[in-house]
């Protein structure tokens, strides 16, 4: 590429076949002011094989690397791609319009890990704005990450659009001492040292009001009550002196109160067994010894080995008051406790990062199945590669016609009436309604499994739907 370049409407598809680390269109710092607009990008493959050990795939749909600067991104569609677009250490760009879905690992990311060109940073005073976000997993819609330090430049991300299906949990944020995963409103509404410009009020959740899971089991967690004192749970340090765990009777009932050591502390819950593709659905109480301490709590194998089940830690900002914590993870293997033939102890959750001169207080710990999300809902990445308008019936309509009157578009809630037809090299994003699943106080619980109906919006619930001080109905 050159300076003052135009990529414009192409159709890529299948790219990354044999090479990772990979952008179905890079730019990087020799080619400032350029356009990248009205393409269609599906299926950004990674090929790992021969890398380090522990590599993990990088496929991008839109790469913008390394000091590129007054680049627009407008209009673009890019679907099933590790990240959808990247903006890596660059500055003063663009990202307009943009259809992003179902991309694996985020929709967008904002990374920095440089700062030649800025003494702060080299990621800043990007524009992200009119963009619509449509994640397929649990993973947050947009990830801002700083090696740096402050995310206070990056830029400002305004009118974009976040559908909560699969998670209310879109966008992440960490930088050298936190990593916070936030509700849109919560994120709104942050503050803090190190914090970036949140995405402004005009930006909208989309699809609430229906529940994506039905809880179909019980908490899976032996003792994750405490009704049976400390039995499973344990703590760990690396120096001296080891952190202490003290069973407390808390307002509510039993509570553990851990006293970090002499270096980071890890809290453990019990072991337990998990299913690899199931989504599972997380609840805790827990408190801090000071107002925004951070709350790492990851799922993991819990010996002999210890891979993560989950792509990376939830964070949380805790507070000295008592406070329920959710969320929902898809396990990445099946493990189960004490597995004769793998030597698996089992599952367990560790709660991170607890440091020298900090204590963290946790309680009810529960963690439900949660029914497998085609049985509630189906998604769509429709798309025209073509260099002329096109007609789409409903891609169900051969195998499961049951679902074509139920499809809706994104953003924008309007029923699909098929067949649809759809202008050259673009796309649309569509996903079903189940009238089952309507979630009144959009807790995340549908109305008919919620024994707390009128939680606040602001309130984390468990799988029963209940926030902290509210007693389930009978």
């Known amino acids: 590429m050159i300076a003052n370049g135009i990529v414009e409407r192409n159709a890529i598809l299948n790219s990354c076949l044999q090479m990772n680390d990979c952008g179905a269109i890079y730019i990087n710092y020799a080619s400032p002011n350029t356009r990248i607009a009205s393409n269609l990008i599906e299926r950004v493959n990674s ?3 021969g890398v380090i050990v522990n590599a993990t795939s990088h496929a991008v749909g839109i790469y913008i690397d390394a000091n ?3 680049t627009t991104v407008e209009n673009n569609a890019i679907a099933w791609a590790d990240y959808g ?3 890596h250490d ?5 990202v307009i319009g943009n259809l992003l879905h179902g991309n694996r690992k985020s929709q967008l990311w904002l990374q920095e890990q440089t700062n030649k060109i800025i003494s702060t940073g080299d990621l800043q005073d ?3 704005s009119s963009n619509r976000f449509f994640s397929t997993t649990s993973f947050p819609s947009v990830i801002i990450d700083g090696g740096i330090g402050s995310l206070t430049n990056f830029g400002i991300l305004s009118k974009n659009y ?3 299906l699969f998670s209310k949990r879109v966008v992440n944020e960490s930088w050298p001492t936190h990593n916070l995963t936030y509700t849109l409103s919560e994120w709104q509404g942050a503050s803090g040292e190190g914090r970036t410009s949140q995405d402004l009020g005009s930006s909208q959740l989309v699809q609430e009001g229906y529940a994506t899971y039905l809880a179909v089991g019980n908490n899976i967690v032996p003792n994750g009550g405490l009704k049976d004192g400390m039995r499973g749970w344990s703590s760990w340090n690396a120096t001296a002196p080891l952190s202490t765990r003290v069973y407390e009777t808390c307002p509510f009932g039993p509570c553990l109160r851990i006293t970090a050591g002499g270096s980071e502390t890890i809290a453990s819950t019990p072991n337990f067994s998990v299913e690899a593709g199931r989504a599972y659905r997380v609840t805790f109480d827990a408190r801090t010894s000071t107002d ?7 799922v993991r194998r819990g010996g002999p080995l210890y891979d993560r089940l989950m792509p990376a830690s939830q964070g949380f900002s805790g507070s000295v008051e008592w406070r329920r914590y959710s969320f929902v993870f898809t396990a990445a293997m099946t493990v189960n406790e004490g597995d004769p033939i793998t030597g698996d102890l089992g599952a367990r959750v560790d709660f991170e990062r607890i440091l020298p001169g900090q204590t963290f207080w946790i309680a009810n710990v529960e963690i439900v199945p949660l029914q497998n999300v085609e049985n509630t809902l189906r998604t769509q990445f429709v798309a025209n590669p073509d260099r002329v308008t096109q007609s789409h019936d409903c891609p169900d309509r051969e195998t499961a016609p049951e679902y074509c009157d139920r499809y809706r578009i994104f953003p924008e809630g309007t029923q699909v009436n098929w067949p649809i037809d759809l202008p050259s090299l673009s796309a649309i994003s569509m996903y079903t309604i ?3 699943m309507l979630d009144t106080d959009n807790d995340g619980t549908a109305d008919s499994a919620d024994l707390c109906p009128g939680t606040l919006r602001t309130d984390q619930v468990n799988a029963s739907g209940c926030a902290l001080t509210q007693i389930p109905k009978q």
Do not use: H, K
Not at 90 to 94: A, P
Not at 292 to 298: C, R, V
């Open 85 to 87: 677009i990247l903006l």
């Open 162 to 164: 976040y559908s909560s």
């Open 90 to 94: 660059s500055y003063s760009n663009r």
């Open 434 to 436: 189940n009238r089952a």
């Open 68 to 70: 590129s600067t007054n």
């Open 47 to 49: 090929d790992i094989d």
């Open 292 to 298: 925004g301490q951070f709350i790492a709590p990851l």
């Open 126 to 128: 990007n524009e992200m």
